[in-house]
């Protein structure tokens, strides 16, 4: 990856910091500014990559660009938002890197942040107290709180398919990408994995490639984008109602500026439904998802109405019925909903050209890999120049499992969760006293718009930690019995939805030998908000407090 020269004069190898942050993306970079700029506290912040962003920094693959749209896809704070204004509702990568180049600007934050410094060890030192965090290249920050901000895809995921080594064209991971163009003109492409990412890759790649093959475990039941490019104009006419704007994406279950209506599926004639689905359509983005009847994601019924309407605006998109019935079956691959939509602008009519196919690997899966391509079970060898691995990653759990993070006991956290995940409030865990972390495990994460999401959690670790200042508290850790709660609401949550019946990430039943359990909170920001302040204005009510 080129360097994008952030580095400025030497780092030191041994820090000591007040608060160390691992990530600099959305979470980090938020967390960074309010805890050092209105707390006061010095902060310090480690991150694997060249540049500020998260994943987009890592996300450049063709294709890459956000599905929320702005302003609900970006930060609330009055400094960055005044003076900035977008392209387009759905922005693409490059953009978004010019958002973070802007953030910077603003907050500040690149000189306390210090790159190309992957964590590979945290350990409690119960003398200072405090984490003594090492990174794969020699360098050690002192902290006496720490705080992860990793994100859910930290982990990238990859097949085991026997050969993938002897390939002898390039083939690139979705999050790892070559910053250079990598010009797929009148080359031959395999996609493998049709998640959000595999549908952005295939949907740029059919239009410049030779010829394009999708290997498809599960269909994604795509949403229309309905991207549109906006001026400053309208930007500016709009922020005057920011402020309200940004209160209010706080108070809906996903963090969009809509909700589910408070209706049932059922409660309407099936004209008024279809009427509403049109809607829904015509509007695009998440809103069939989203902002539909109340009981889609609970009822069987009501859901399969869902799918009905999508699979029929869907197939009648692609001239070729047997394709039609790989990409959007008449009987539902899983719950509408139960994993996460893609938005798409053109993905389908592409299944419309002579050079694009889709091969379906549950009926043909990819046996081996072969120096000019993939061999399926079939028997035949699809040549090709480059493989595009969209197989996503070891989600939500993987990257903070994958750090070295040892509790007070010295025992691992991927061996405290080997058998399950347990945390409390998505934000602490028992035996990680002054460890906090947000936009992971047992959070609203994949349930909610990244940025919402961790202005919540972050607004709570910044009170946290200003309270314990000022009621000069040592440390808080997270008691057992809480994280057992914790977990127990997150099961039953999930179990009254139709999430655990899906083979999805939000299950961590992407990866082979995964315990199957809800990874996220199911309950919505607004029911989460109440969780986390009880447990603040009860004096850390859960917590062992020092
Ligand atoms: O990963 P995924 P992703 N053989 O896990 C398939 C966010 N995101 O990188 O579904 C064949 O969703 C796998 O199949 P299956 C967003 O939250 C956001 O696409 O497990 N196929 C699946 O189809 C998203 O949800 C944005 O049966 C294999 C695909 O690979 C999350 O990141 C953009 C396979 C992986 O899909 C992750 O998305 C991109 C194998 N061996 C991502 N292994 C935007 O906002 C896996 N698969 C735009």
Wanted: aromatic residues 12%; proline residues 5%; negative net charge.
């Amino acid at each position: 990856r080129k360097d994008q020269g952030t580095q400025s004069g030497s780092v030191p190898q041994e820090i000591e910091t007040d608060i160390l942050i691992v990530g600099a993306g959305f979470g980090g970079v938020y967390l960074l500014h309010r805890l050092r700029d209105e707390l006061g506290f010095n902060v310090k912040c480690f991150e694997a990559g060249k540049d500020l962003g998260g994943i987009w920094h890592w996300n450049c693959y063709p294709g890459a660009r956000v599905d929320s749209p702005i302003p609900v896809y970006e930060y609330s704070l009055e400094k960055v938002w005044k003076n900035w204004s977008w392209s387009c509702k759905y922005p693409g990568w490059q953009e978004l890197r010019r958002y973070f180049d802007h953030v910077e600007q603003q907050l500040q934050v690149k000189k306390d942040v210090v790159f190309e410094s992957a964590v590979v060890s945290s350990e409690w030192d119960e003398k200072r107290p405090g984490w003594t965090v090492k990174t794969e290249d020699g360098k050690t920050a002192r902290c006496r709180y720490l705080i992860l901000a990793t994100g859910f895809a930290a982990k990238r995921n990859f097949p085991d398919w026997p050969g993938l080594d002897t390939f002898e064209g390039a083939i690139h991971h979705s999050s790892f990408w070559p910053e250079e163009d990598v010009d797929v003109a009148g080359k031959k492409v395999a996609v493998i994995g049709t998640g959000s990412t595999g549908i952005q890759i295939a949907q740029e790649c059919a239009k410049r490639a030779k010829e394009l093959t999708v290997f498809q475990r599960t269909p994604n039941l795509c949403l229309p984008m309905q991207q549109a490019s906006l001026t400053s104009k309208e930007q500016e006419d709009r922020k005057d109602d920011y402020e309200q704007f940004f209160r209010d994406r706080k108070s809906t279950f996903a963090g969009f500026p809509f909700d589910n209506i408070q209706k049932n599926t059922l409660d309407d004639s099936s004209e008024e439904r279809e009427k509403f689905f049109e809607q829904l359509w015509e509007e695009g983005g998440f809103k069939l998802w989203l902002a539909t009847y109340k009981d889609m994601l609970y009822e069987k019924e009501a859901n399969r109405h869902h799918y009905d309407f999508w699979a029929k605006k869907t197939r009648a998109r692609i001239t070729d019925p047997a394709t039609a019935d790989i990409l959007a079956p008449l009987e539902p691959p899983h719950a509408f909903g139960t994993k996460r939509p893609s938005l798409e602008q053109d993905f389908y009519e592409q299944f419309n050209k002579p050079n694009v196919h889709v091969i379906d690997v549950n009926k043909n899966p990819v046996v081996g890999v072969r120096p000019r391509g993939l061999v399926t079970a079939d028997g035949k060898l699809h040549e090709v120049d480059l493989i595009a691995l969209a197989t996503g990653f070891d989600s939500v759990t993987g990257g903070m499992m994958n750090m070295g993070l040892k509790d007070i006991d010295g025992k691992p956290l991927a061996e405290k969760w080997a058998m399950g995940t347990w945390s409390y409030l998505g934000t602490t865990c028992n035996g990680f006293p002054n460890m906090f972390f947000l936009y992971g495990a047992q959070g609203p994460t994949a349930f909610s718009n990244g940025p919402t999401c961790v202005e919540v959690q972050g607004d709570w670790i910044v009170d946290s930690i200003r309270k314990m200042r000022d009621e000069s508290i040592q440390s808080i850790e997270a008691t057992r019995e809480a994280e057992e709660d914790w977990r127990r609401k997150i099961t039953e949550l999930s179990d009254k939805t139709l999430f655990p019946s899906a083979n999805s990430w939000y299950m961590g039943a992407n990866i082979p030998g995964k315990p199957r359990e809800q990874l996220c909170y199911a309950g919505g920001l607004p029911l989460y908000q109440k969780e986390l302040k009880e447990s603040l204005d009860e004096g850390f009510k859960g917590f062992v407090v020092v």
